[in-house]
């Protein structure tokens, strides 16, 4: 599975900015892509989960009601909506696939930075 990641950039306190990972490679019904963060000095972190084939959703309480996930099954492709930002969602983001027999995620793309001002 490759995985493609972009949309990072600046953005103010209470902005918006969407990314974007593009998944391909190999059938993904039975896989789950997400997005983790980190933030400087800090560990990697869950943000959020699509599963590819029922679409059911996770995320972080501290993400909720501000950050959405979705796929687009055509364009093998998830985003990630993120509003009301916050200074504290400064991290490199990155999207990942695993096989959700498993708890752990096995494929990784680059990171996208993602800077939020206040």
């Known amino acids: 599975v490759q995985l493609q990641a972009s949309g990072g950039g600046l953005a103010q306190a209470g902005g918006s900015l969407r990314l974007s990972c593009a998944v391909s490679?190999?059938?993904?019904?039975?896989?789950?892509i997400g997005w983790l963060r980190r933030a400087p000095g800090k560990e990697r972190e869950f943000v959020a989960s699509v599963s590819w084939s029922g679409g059911g959703t996770y995320y972080a309480d501290s993400v909720k009601g501000r950050l959405t996930i979705s796929r687009d099954n055509a364009k093998n492709t998830v985003y990630l909506q993120m509003n009301s930002l916050k200074p504290e969602d400064t991290a490199v983001y990155y999207c990942a696939a695993r096989d959700v027999k498993y708890s752990w995620w096995n494929y990784w793309g680059q990171g996208t930075q993602v800077t939020v001002s206040s």
């Open positions: 490679g190999r059938t993904l019904s039975t896989y789950a």
